[in-house]
């Protein structure tokens, strides 16, 4: 086997539904403080990120109910949504990716949060976790 893909845990990514109670919970439990915060139109989120050392914790919340986070909220609350590693490049980790023969849900790589490209592997096939590839 050659280099492994993935480089660091970039975050973990925690679906609620109220982003500004959950941040708040997070500075009051933990003494966190906001990292980033940004509306991702495309996906119908809100992001705030939290540093933890070279990584993040990404509270999401949907502002649209086709959202894919508004659906996995009705469907099963708040809690892990998914986990993204830092890959160096996404094509190429997701070109890898599907050659090994997982499914994916991007055909290809596309604009993330903080101006990274990032891409997802369905969970069907990645042992039940939503992964997120993300090239910085």
């Known amino acids: ?3 492994t893909l993935l480089t660091d845990v970039d975050h973990v990514a925690i679906a609620v539904k109220d982003l500004d109670e959950a941040l708040a919970w997070y ?3 933990f003494g966190a403080s906001l990292a980033h915060r940004e509306r991702i139109e495309s996906d119908g989120v809100e992001e ?3 540093k933890v050392g070279t990584s993040y914790i990404q509270l999401l ?3 649209r109910d086709d959202s894919p986070v508004a659906r ?5 609350g708040e809690g892990l949504h998914h986990v993204g590693y830092r890959v160096a490049d996404c094509a190429q980790a997701l070109a890898a990716v599907k050659s090994a023969g997982a499914r994916v849900i991007d055909d290809a ?5 903080r101006g990274t490209t990032v891409a997802f592997v369905h969970p069907k096939g990645a042992l039940g976790t939503l992964i997120e590839l993300v090239e910085e």
Request: charged share 20%; net charge positive; proline share 14%.
């Open 109 to 113: 790589p596309r604009p993330g949060s």
């Open 48 to 50: 705030a990120l939290i």
């Open 1 to 3: 086997m050659g280099e």
């Open 61 to 63: 919340s949907p502002f």
């Open 72 to 76: 996995y909220l009705a469907q099963r």
């Open 27 to 29: 500075v009051r439990v």
